[in-house]
């Protein structure tokens, strides 16, 4: 008995068809815009996400910004840390500190904060970038608040605490430039 062949294979043109791959994709639910305006190709990339809309469009000089803030921290709370007497000194121009603990316990939270920046500087993620920056503008806020009352309260002004109100005003503006600069939206191109 002869072996019957079988027939041809009927290709199938429903991919070729415009308007059945336009019905597919509808079905599918994908090639169309969602909420955030974003057209998706597959359904894979509407359900995972796109990489790319987690992609942090920098602001120029962002990256340099939080490696001089996490310098600064980390030196100044080493300073803190190691030579309360000479901190106190160089800022308030008073020889004497009456107890070397707060200038220490107050090195030991700018470390913490140091920490969080170093971090901060190697990620990509937008939240994380955006609460550094805050966290970084709240603490020259402040500094710059406690500083003016002091300088208030002991009516002597040095010249190390005006500038040092000066840095942190400066410091202010930066970081919160930076903080919404991060948390704008991307133009539509």
Excluded at 48 to 74: C, D, Y
Excluded at 139 to 148: N, S
Aim: proline share 4%.
């Amino acid at each position: 008995m002869a072996a019957k062949q079988p027939p041809p294979l009927m290709k199938k043109h429903s991919q070729t068809d415009l308007v059945s791959r336009l019905k597919t994709r509808k079905i599918l639910g994908v090639g169309g815009e969602d909420d955030d305006g974003e057209v998706h190709r597959s359904k894979i990339s509407q359900v995972l996400g796109n990489e790319i809309k987690f992609a942090v469009r920098e602001p120029l000089g962002l990256r340099v910004w939080q490696l001089v803030s996490a310098v600064m921290f980390s030196g100044v709370a080493i300073m803190a840390l190691a030579f309360p007497d000479q901190l106190f000194n160089a800022i308030f121009e008073e020889e004497s500190v009456s107890s070397k603990t707060p200038i220490r316990l107050y090195g030991g939270a700018l470390l913490s904060i140091a920490l969080i920046l170093w971090n901060a500087l190697y990620t990509a993620e937008k939240a994380i970038i955006r609460w550094s920056l805050l966290a970084e503008a709240c603490y020259f806020a402040v500094q710059f608040l406690v500083t003016t009352v002091s300088l208030a309260e002991s009516s002597r002004i040095a010249t190390g605490a005006v500038l040092l109100l000066v840095s942190r005003a400066l410091f202010i503006i930066i970081s919160i430039y930076y903080y919404y600069q991060v948390g704008r939206r991307p133009k539509k191109v």
